[in-house]
């Protein structure tokens, strides 16, 4: 396959503790770095598939961190504008037994939720590529994101590139005023597969 494929959306700091251990328990924490488009462009990297990741980091040394690990699995990083002020954080505890896994999130604010329609030249970014794809959490984080992602959506559709999305919602991220039913429709609508 000689066509990339671009993915856009929040890719965020995990910290775990180590094992099984409880967060009220932990004195440290694994860090990893995650999210549903940069696991798949990091998926499809290990596949030899030309992958582009599409997000925004801070300008800091988490910032950079975070780059080195993608960039370490061959994903594409040319489009990654700098900016805010932090990046998303989830801390997972891991389930053991007849306990569940749990997940705290801590993303307001980060550099991701901030990303504004513009900041981005979609034609650049798809040039070379032949498949979008993109996830429901991206417009659930806030109404810039979800105006960014309409915006890849619709460049994506004009430039003839196949569209893939996961809807992967998670209803505790729409708290920006919008739900879901209100926004993903028309996004939804221009996929090729959803």
Known sequence: ???????????????????????????SFEIIYGGAEANVAVSLAN???????????????????????????????????????????????????????KVIYDRSGSSFSTIQPGMLDWDAVFAGADWFH????TPAVSASAAAACLEAVQAARRLGLSISTDFNYR?????????????????VGLCDLA
């Open 134 to 137: 993109w996830t429901g959490i």
């Open 1 to 27: 396959m000689d066509k990339k494929v671009v993915t856009f959306g929040e890719i965020m700091l995990r910290l775990q503790p180590p094992g099984f251990q409880r967060i009220r328990l932990a004195r």
């Open 47 to 101: 596949y030899g598939v030309p992958t582009e990741y599409v997000t925004r980091l801070p300008q800091n040394e988490v910032g950079d961190a975070c780059a080195t690990y993608l960039l370490q699995y061959g994903v594409g990083l040319n489009f990654v504008p700098r900016g805010g002020d932090r990046l998303g954080i989830f801390y997972l505890e891991q389930g053991a037994v007849q306990r569940g896994s």
């Open 171 to 187: 209803k505790n991220l729409w708290k920006w005023g919008k739900k879901a039913s209100e926004v993903l429709p028309e996004m």
